[in-house]
């Protein structure tokens, strides 16, 4: 039982809780001190923590009255049709914790029905709208397509759009209009006779006499009216009154009577806008002058607008008045001056200058407005007294002058005017070398924290032949602006070089790059940022500071084989033998162990026809590399290339005893076969597949040795045994496939390809052999099937999409060419086969610009440069067929199916790029419609 207050007592009134539920967790006197304490009748039964708890302190159930229904209120006013009278049947009972809690777990449980049904509802409401849109579109939705298409109309296309007409008629426009009917001729007829003209010729019809009166009139023999007569008649009266307005002196006409009307065609409006608008914006300048007319912008924004709409008068009536309103503005005078006539301008500019004595843009605009040379010396000398400072005016008033007097004049503008650098310079250039130190003197002395004098002093130093002082000038230049708190910018002072360079001064733009170069730049930096400024350099064509900066790297990093190399290219690219000799020399002397460095040296030798300079150049690099593969090799193909073939056999041979790499092995193989010793070079092949069995080409080259023989069943075990040694080898699967094929063994050819992609999945050369395979065979539909398989591996191979291209009816090749370059848009294969496609459709300049793109996306594509060669020189000009080999010469390709079966083919194994270009192009076929493209 909870205590109670014994204060309580004392109050004899009845408390409002007294009989209420006490609070959860209300323990009596806590404020005191006092502690709660629990019974086991207080706990009860045991229950689970989620049960809802008993109410022990519920107020006791009031009774009810049993006059309770017959309180009820029976007025109309508190029926409802659903409930009847009283509102709910339910509202006498008890709604207790119980259904609170009920009430709020289904209300969760109807949320959360909610939002599962959420996504399914907005889909469903977003596809009904959908539909609703495609039924009834905005007009905006049914026009986007042309808007679209409007982006591509041509500024002459919107000109030519006619202007909207009225398309209402006449009444409907204008309906107050008078009406208008016209007389009828008769009328006319009667009336013409008040007129006395007795200048008409009598043959016009108008001298006869209406019958029954003493007026001329108008009758033709039959009594009824001439039409044509009238039209005559009219004519005349024309060419009267253009005689009476013609000038009598001289004899000259002051009316064309000819062409007086059509001559109004040459009153071309110059305002072609709506009026309405000329109109609105007239008042709304208007207010704008009168609000504020001490604003210069609305009384020139007037005046033009008066300009454009052709009222040139009253422009300068308001640019006037805007020069009375506003005579500080410079741009008010500017504009008069400009709307003005010439003699005009003068007057309105001697004015701005009477108001405005220092502005040198007025000044500049009346020495514009003098035609002879003098005058304008004389304006702009009179403005230099009024403004002696202004450095724009200095220039403008020396440009004007011949050497003598431009220097006098200089002279006295650097006085007048000692920070501007561009006069000090200026001066410089004028005088002699003694006075240009001097003068440069002077002008680092006013201009201490300008680096453009000490460059410009440093170019003196050097067209003088003092190169000694160049880089000292650079040096202290630095110096002085870094104390003079100067912020160095390299990059800026990177510029500067370039334009040294670009202007003749060399010496110059080496010196700033040496002293500049490493500046701010991190030490474990300094060798990426130097390689890129160099390409940099390289790239906007100033090789003098590109060649400074790979100098520069050298000597910081000497033993660096990369920047050698990095040199070593760029001098081959952008200088000449000696040059890239030279590097050479000295890079092999720090880097001996690089064989990059001694073969470019020694092919640089044999380009230059110094055959035993090489091979002095390969002996030291023998020396430096005894056993190098690379350089063995090159001193093989030096002799060979010079047909010392015995020398060659034995540099092979030594290099088989000191060096047997499968190479060395291999290029004598080759060396034997290329010289016809085919039994030589099978033992040689025998003795490196012992050692290199491994080495796919060795098996290679003993099948294709077989072959030539015809003996094409000894060929194939060696394939066959080749396959089971390197089965990643591709090359050897498809020489068996074709060697089966040649054999007429199409199944087992199938059955090598099929087995090669087993060993080797997802690999798109496998499987374009076997499509290829199934159309020579006759098998279209297969090798359709076979494209489908191998795209849904292979989904972004070039060369299965150029076939698949190909394997469409004509109809349907432009579209899948479109689903080829989504798929592989910068692949050589697919914008070659686009190439042959608009070749096949006549369309020769579409054809010529995917070659171009060919052979940009990859240079290295033989075909692509084969077939563009046999196309020009089928369809082009000879320049242009001399051009595509030019530029595949300087390509130097490689690869491409074609092009590299024909370079290894023993018979072409000495022929160059320009040989195996022309071969090359002659065996692929021409693209036809209905011809199977391989």
Not at 257 to 276: A, E, R, V, W
Not at 364 to 378: F, N, P, V
Not at 406 to 412: G, M, V
Request: net charge neutral; aromatic share 6%.
């Amino acid at each position: 039982m909870s205590a109670i207050h014994p204060g309580a007592l004392l109050n004899k009134t009845k408390k409002n809780f007294i009989g209420m539920p006490a609070p959860l967790g209300y323990v009596a006197g806590v404020g005191r001190g006092a502690t709660g304490f629990t019974t086991r009748s207080d706990i009860g039964p045991a229950r689970d923590a989620n049960d809802v708890s008993d109410d022990r302190h519920a107020p006791p159930n009031k009774r009810k009255k049993k006059d309770d229904d017959d309180d009820e209120d029976l007025n109309d006013a508190n029926y409802d049709e659903f409930n009847g009278y009283g509102g709910s049947l339910c509202s006498k009972d008890p709604y207790d914790k119980d259904d609170e809690e009920a009430d709020a777990i289904y209300d969760e449980i109807d949320k959360r029905m909610d939002e599962k049904r959420k996504e399914y509802r907005e889909m469903r409401l977003k596809a009904e709208l959908e539909n609703y849109r495609q039924e009834r579109p905005k007009i905006q939705q049914m026009f986007s397509d042309l808007k679209r298409e409007l982006a591509q109309v041509s500024e002459g296309e919107w000109s030519t759009i006619p202007e909207v007409g009225d398309a209402r008629n006449r009444k409907q426009r204008n309906p107050r209009a008078e009406r208008f009917t016209p007389l009828p001729d008769s009328v006319l007829s009667h009336n013409l006779g008040g007129e006395n003209v007795t200048a008409i010729n009598p043959s016009s019809g108008l001298a006869s006499m209406m019958p029954g009166t003493n007026t001329p009139g108008m009758v033709t023999p039959s009594g009824d009216l001439d039409l044509r007569k009238i039209g005559q008649a009219r004519n005349t009266l024309m060419d009267m009154r253009l005689n009476q307005v013609s000038d009598a002196v001289g004899g000259q006409t002051v009316v064309d009577p000819k062409g007086y009307l059509t001559d109004l065609q040459s009153m071309i409006p110059q305002y072609g806008g709506d009026i309405n608008d000329v109109k609105k914006a007239r008042l709304l300048l208007k207010s704008v002058r009168e609000t504020n007319p001490n604003h210069s912008p609305g009384w020139i924004a007037s005046a033009r607008l008066e300009e454009v709409t052709g009222k040139l008068q009253s422009a300068r009536n308001l640019i006037m008045k805007g020069c009375e309103m506003c005579p500080k503005s410079e741009d008010v005078w500017l504009e008069a001056a400009r709307l003005q006539t010439p003699e005009m301008a003068k007057s309105v500019i001697a004015q701005a200058v009477q108001t405005l004595p220092y502005s040198p843009r007025i000044w500049i605009k009346g020495a514009d407005l003098e035609t002879e040379l003098k005058a304008k010396k004389r304006v702009y000398r009179k403005a230099l007294e009024q403004i002696p400072n202004s450095e724009l005016l200095w220039k403008l008033a020396v440009e004007l002058e011949e050497e003598e007097d431009a220097k006098i004049l200089l002279s006295r503008a650097v006085e007048c005017c000692p920070t501007s650098v561009d006069l000090w310079l200026a001066l410089a250039r004028l005088e002699t070398y003694e006075n240009s130190r001097k003068v440069l003197n002077k002008a680092r002395e006013n201009n201490p924290k300008d680096r453009l004098i000490w460059i410009t002093a440093a170019k003196l130093e050097e067209a003088n032949n003092n190169n000694s002082l160049v880089n000292k000038i650079i040096e202290r230049a630095i110096a002085t602006l870094q104390a003079n708190m100067v912020d160095i910018n390299r990059d800026q002072w990177i510029k500067d070089a370039m334009e040294a360079e670009h202007s003749g001064a060399v010496v110059t733009c080496q010196a700033i790059i040496k002293n500049i170069i490493g500046y701010g730049v991190e030490e474990e930096d300094r060798k990426h940022t130097w390689m890129e400024d160099a390409e940099s350099c390289a790239n906007q064509g100033a090789f003098e500071c590109a060649r400074a900066i790979y100098g520069h790297a050298l000597t910081v990093f000497p033993k660096k084989k990369s920047v050698w190399l990095a040199a070593a290219h760029f001098e081959r690219t952008h200088g000449t033998r000696e040059s890239l000799e030279t590097l050479l020399q000295q890079a092999v002397t720090h880097c001996p162990q690089e064989e990059t460095l001694w073969l470019m040296g020694a092919k640089s030798k044999w380009l230059a026809k110094d055959v035993p300079a090489a091979r002095s150049i390969l002996a030291l690099a023998f020396k430096a590399n005894p056993n190098s593969e690379e350089i063995w090799l090159a001193a093989v193909k030096l002799e060979s290339e010079n047909d010392e073939f015995e020398r060659s056999i034995r540099l092979l041979s030594k290099a088989r005893s000191q060096a047997p790499t499968p190479k060395v092995m291999m290029k004598s193989a080759h060396l034997e076969w290329a010289l016809g010793n085919l039994e030589a070079a099978k033992r040689l092949l025998d003795d490196g597949l012992e050692k290199f069995k491994d080495f796919d080409k060795l098996w290679m080259m003993k099948g294709q040795i077989l072959e030539q023989q015809k003996q094409y069943d000894a060929a194939s075990e060696v394939y066959r045994e080749a396959v089971k040694t390197c089965h990643h080898s591709i090359p050897l699967w498809k020489l068996l496939a074709q060697l089966e094929e040649k054999m007429g063994k199409i199944v087992t050819a199938r059955a090598t390809l099929e087995k090669g992609r087993v060993r080797n999945p997802r690999n798109d050369q496998l499987w374009l052999a076997s499509i290829r395979l199934e159309l020579k065979a006759g098998n279209k539909d297969v090798s359709k099937s076979l494209m489908a398989r191998a795209l849904q591996e292979n989904s972004t191979s070039g060369i299965l999409w150029a076939q698949a291209i190909f394997l469409e009816d004509p109809p349907q090749r432009k579209s899948r060419s479109v689903d080829a370059l989504k798929r592989c848009q910068d692949d050589a294969h697919v914008v070659l086969s686009v190439a042959k496609m608009f070749w096949m459709d006549g369309k020769k300049n579409k054809a010529r610009e995917w070659f171009n793109k060919t052979v940009k996306i990859d240079p290295d594509f033989g075909d692509a440069w084969a077939l563009y060669f046999k196309m020009e020189s089928m369809f082009g000009t000879e320049d242009q067929k001399n051009e595509v080999e030019k530029r595949c010469i300087a390509a130097d390709p490689r690869h491409g199916e074609h092009w590299q079966e024909t370079a290894k083919s023993i018979y072409n194994w000495r022929k160059k790029t320009p040989e195996i270009l022309r071969i090359v192009a002659e065996r692929l076929p021409i693209p036809v419609m209905n011809r199977e493209v391989y």
